[in-house]
């Protein structure tokens, strides 16, 4: 079982901070996904990324997969309340029917 | 569309009873999951199914069944309830599955605790 770690497990900032928080795993993925998840609803896909180092950016969040495909970011830029809620990252594992989750970040912005 | 539906939204059972979950979509995907999520954690996988007819087991199946006769449903069941099924329980389809990159679309969940 291929295991993807995140961290920080919690993370409460101030509105307007930046952030980033990690996907990490011993094992390598043909691609991640990144989902948000608020509160009493399911996960909602936020981005994918297939090449080993590419950045893609959805407004201020910017996702970065590792050049070895072991590992993903997603950075924040001056975050907002909006922003609130639990990040899961999401790894396939070449050719594999389903996707693995991660541990999650819940991430709190203070207003 | 309506999506990804799930019901109940909440349940409460006392220890040895069943149920089951219900869950259907009405996107016409072919590949349907069954994910549990404990306080804090991410997802693990029960069940998932690539199309009717077809079911495998995920991370923790034991303790639960499915079953998948059309392409729209795919229910999960407890049948013999028990505290360390207290969970939240999670519905989600996909046209096709994780090695063409497609994403999951989730029900809403279903809170389920045995008391």
């Known amino acids: 079982t291929q295991l993807l770690e995140q961290s920080p497990q919690f993370l409460s900032i101030q509105e307007g901070e930046n952030l980033t928080v990690y996907c990490n795993s011993s094992?390598?993925?043909?691609?991640l996904q990144w989902y948000r998840q608020e509160p009493g609803e399911g996960p909602v896909l936020l981005v994918t990324v297939v090449t080993g180092g590419e950045v893609k950016k959805l407004k201020r969040l910017t996702f970065q997969f590792g050049d070895a495909r072991k590992d993903s970011s997603l950075h924040i830029t001056a975050a907002q309340p909006g922003d609130t809620g639990l990040y899961l990252c999401a790894g396939d594992n070449f050719g594999n029917e389903k996707l693995t989750f991660g541990t999650g970040t819940r991430l709190t912005i203070i207003p | 569309n309506a999506g990804v539906t799930q019901t109940p939204k909440f349940r409460i059972l006392k220890i040895g009873q069943s149920m089951t979950l219900q869950c259907t979509q009405d996107m016409n995907h072919n590949y349907m999951y069954w994910y549990r999520q404990d306080p804090g954690m991410g997802l693990k996988l029960i069940y998932y199914s690539v199309g009717a007819g077809i079911t495998d087991k995920g991370e923790v199946p034991n303790g639960y069944n499915v079953s998948r006769s059309t392409t729209e449903d795919f229910p999960l069941r407890l049948e013999l309830a028990a505290p360390s099924q207290t969970s939240v329980y999670f519905c989600a389809s996909s046209y096709a599955g994780a090695q063409d990159n497609e994403k999951l679309f989730f029900g809403s969940g279903t809170q389920l605790s045995v008391l």
């Open positions: 094992s390598v993925f043909s691609s």
